[in-house]
Nanobody
Framework: QLQLVESGGGLVQPGGSLRLSCAAS????????IGWFRQAPGKEREGVSC????????NYADSVKGRFTISRDAATATVYLQMNSLKPDDTGVYYC??????????????????WGQGTQVTVSS
């Protein structure tokens, strides 16, 4: 059965770090892109970062470049999002999704056909 399970969220102070995990099962992961999206209170869901599982190519939203790093472990079917220098504006529910692979993965939601349940990230002092 296809599953995406996010973990690693929590409460962190501004400037701190978290590492999120997306554990995938039930499908051949290397045929897809995995994207991280987030939704802040009162705002629309936005793409944060994504990775093509076949070749490790990545994409990042401008707001997180230099602070977040996406990576994969194909052997364990896990995608990570390392988040450093966190800001209060990073607060939200973070979701991982399975999407089509393009030359470079995309940060808009339409190509993603399956989503996990999300993990809460709160950045506050």
């Amino acid at each position: 059965q296809l599953q995406l399970v996010e973990s690693g969220g929590g409460l962190v102070q501004p400037g701190g770090s978290l590492r999120l995990s997306c554990a995938a099962s039930g499908f051949t992961l290397d045929y897809y892109a995995i994207g991280w999206f987030r939704q802040a209170p009162g705002k629309e869901r936005e793409g944060v970062s994504c990775i093509n599982m076949s070749d490790n190519s990545t994409n990042y939203a401008d707001s997180v470049k230099g602070r977040f790093t996406i990576s994969r472990d194909a052997a364990t079917a896990t995608v990570y999002l390392q988040m450093n220098s966190l800001k209060p504006d990073d607060t939200g529910v973070y979701y991982c999704g399975r999407g089509q692979q393009y030359r470079r993965c995309v940060l808009w939601g339409a190509p993603y056909d399956y989503w996990g349940q999300g993990t809460q990230v709160t950045v506050s002092s």
